[in-house]
């Protein structure tokens, strides 16, 4: 019969306890964790599978902040825009109704003022900021100046853009120089929307009602103008919006497929510490026993 010494016994068993008790360990600290991995070394292949789809969350949650940015801005622009399109409406109206020449010159004069005032308030909205940003004036503070009732356009061409997604980027900023019509006429910039309305209010308060009427078929041209702009915020709004919710979708699968690498069963996860518990509990048992003999109890 082979003997096994009482030293190589103990290390056995040293062993069989340090590896029960780390068992146990990283049972109980799954269970309270909730999580399979907390060091690459649990499980080194799924433990970088888990570190890319991070980083791939992480991306889509940066693409998903500048898609809410740029609807942010595009929605300042469709709200000045929808503003826009009531003013020139309302600056028809009047131009209509000061073209009869059955006003008197006080009505007229009214006309005209309320005119001005329309005009001021174009500039307004040409000059909306979204953010400290105009979203007219490319990247320029204002789009337009107003010196006195002329207005002028003091913005630049360049658009403001986001990357939404690996392989789109949005103009998410409108070319005030096109909506307000400073590249209209001959020469050029000379029917904006500014010039046509003080020409138009000029002409009604000067009982020319002639001139006024010339400028009935510029107003409405600036007015497409401005439906056109809103035209295309909406379509930039409705591409964004569906891109945001793919980005959306995608980070939603990927955190359920990183939840399936990392997070723990918590049926399993109970049954692995009770079984844990227990080899433990046996190996302090014969542990235990081993110690309780002595050199006295062989010499019986």
Do not use: C
């Amino acid at each position: 019969m082979t003997r096994i010494p009482t030293q190589t016994a103990h290390k056995v068993m040293q062993h069989a306890m340090e590896t029960n008790f780390a068992k146990l360990a990283d049972a109980q600290r799954q269970l309270s964790s909730g999580k399979r991995l907390t060091k690459v070394s649990d499980a080194p292949g799924a433990a970088i599978a888990v570190n890319r789809l991070r980083a791939k969350e992480s991306m889509a949650g940066a693409f998903i902040s500048a898609a809410d940015d740029g609807l942010s801005m595009l929605s300042a622009q469709d709200s000045s825009l929808q503003d826009a399109s009531s003013i020139l409406n309302r600056v028809r109206e009047l131009v209509v109704s000061g073209t009869s020449r059955l006003q008197n010159p006080q009505v007229r004069a009214a006309i005209a003022t309320e005119l001005e005032s329309l005009r001021d308030q174009m500039v307004a909205v040409a000059n909306t900021q979204y953010a400290g940003r105009s979203v007219f004036g490319g990247f320029s503070a204002t789009a337009v100046q107003n010196t006195g009732g002329s207005v002028s356009w003091v913005g630049d061409s360049n658009t403001v853009d986001r990357r939404v997604s690996p392989e789109l980027i949005v103009s998410v900023s409108s070319n005030g120089e096109q909506v307000f019509g400073f590249d209209a006429g001959s020469p050029a910039g000379s029917d904006n929307v500014f010039t046509v309305i003080n020409r138009a209010a000029a002409a009604i308060r000067s009982a020319t009602p002639e001139d006024a009427r010339v400028e009935l078929d510029k107003i409405e041209d600036r007015m497409m103008s401005v439906s056109s702009a809103l035209a295309s915020v909406g379509g930039r709004v409705n591409q964004i919006e569906m891109v945001q919710s793919q980005a959306e979708d995608s980070i939603v699968a990927m955190r359920t497929s990183r939840s399936l690498l990392e997070d723990v069963d918590m049926g399993e996860a109970v049954v692995n510490l009770r079984d844990a518990e227990a080899a433990y509990q046996a190996t302090l048992a014969v542990v235990a026993r081993l110690h309780s003999t002595s050199l006295l109890d062989f010499l019986r």
